[in-house]
């Protein structure tokens, strides 16, 4: 992985931390996700006619990638309806990466060094040990592993789709531009299904965050996805994943939160994997 490359991703993992720092205020979880997903869309609308289209072969992809992400949001919503943000988040993020690394070898044929394969274990980890050791309140409950897996699935399926569909679609600035329109056109219409046109109210309140969470969030997966054109997917999805240290950073100097000896163990599990990723 080039270094240029290497550091985008970990801009993309900083802005990941800082626009789940922002939805921890205020709004309800799926007010939130929704407002992100409008937000990203009033950012992509504007710049569409400025980016190259995408390849004609990658719009299956595309909206199949925009399905992917509507699920992530809503299984995200429901772990988080029955776990802390500290437990199920990281087990959301963090499972991920496995089975990205799983299909790569399997299916896709992608062969990686013992060290990079290290670093994806690594990091992996020290996520784990945050989800199952890294809060006061101990274990989650089966229905909270059970929606955070599957957020991880979800997570795991557009990662994959989105390394793909990037590629193929010869642009990823098109394709992730087209995709979050897909994004939040689905989550209309999920919200409208789900709660009817009290959504407009959601939509109102809060902006100024709403802004700020999905310029971040869109920033974050913009870069990612182009990473994805420049390096191993895996490797790519799973330096990602410091989010979580840069989370654990701010909980503690920012946020004020109690980070215990586990919290400080698996961010160093991460720093280390981040390393490896570079030998």
Request: proline letters at 3%; glycine letters at 10%; one cysteine or more.
């Amino acid at each position: 992985m080039e270094i240029s490359v290497f550091l985008a991703v970990l801009a993309a993992a900083l802005l990941h931390a800082g626009w789940n720092s922002v939805v921890k205020v205020g709004l309800d979880r799926y007010s939130t996700v929704l407002l992100l997903a409008c937000v990203q869309a009033l950012i992509a609308l504007p710049l569409l006619p400025f980016v190259p289209a995408p390849a004609m072969a990658s719009w299956g992809w595309i909206g199949i990638s925009a399905l992917l992400h509507i699920g992530y949001k809503i299984f995200l919503v429901k772990a988080y309806d029955y776990a802390d943000l500290s437990q199920a988040y990281p087990i959301a993020r963090g499972v991920a990466p496995f089975l990205v690394l799983l299909f790569s070898f399997v299916y896709l044929g992608i062969g990686f060094t013992w060290s990079e394969t290290l670093s994806v274990l690594a990091i992996c980890g020290g996520i784990l040990v945050l989800a199952l050791k890294g809060s006061d309140t101990g274990r989650i409950s089966g229905r909270a592993l059970l929606f955070s897996l599957a957020t991880a699935g979800f997570t795991a399926s557009y990662t994959l789709v989105d390394g793909l569909g990037a590629r193929i679609a010869g642009t990823a600035s098109g394709y992730i531009l087209w995709m979050v329109v897909g994004d939040a056109a689905g989550m209309i219409l999920h919200a409208i299904w789900r709660r009817g046109f009290v959504v407009n109210y959601s939509l109102r309140t809060s902006w100024k965050l709403g802004l700020s969470a999905g310029a971040m969030s869109l920033g974050s997966y913009w870069i990612a996805v182009w990473a994805f054109t420049m390096a191993p997917i895996a490797l790519v999805a799973a330096l990602r994943e410091t989010s979580i240290l840069f989370a654990t950073i701010i909980a503690a100097t920012v946020i004020g939160e109690r980070v215990n000896g586990w919290r400080w163990l698996a961010a160093v599990c991460i720093v280390c994997g981040v390393i490896l990723v570079k030998l």
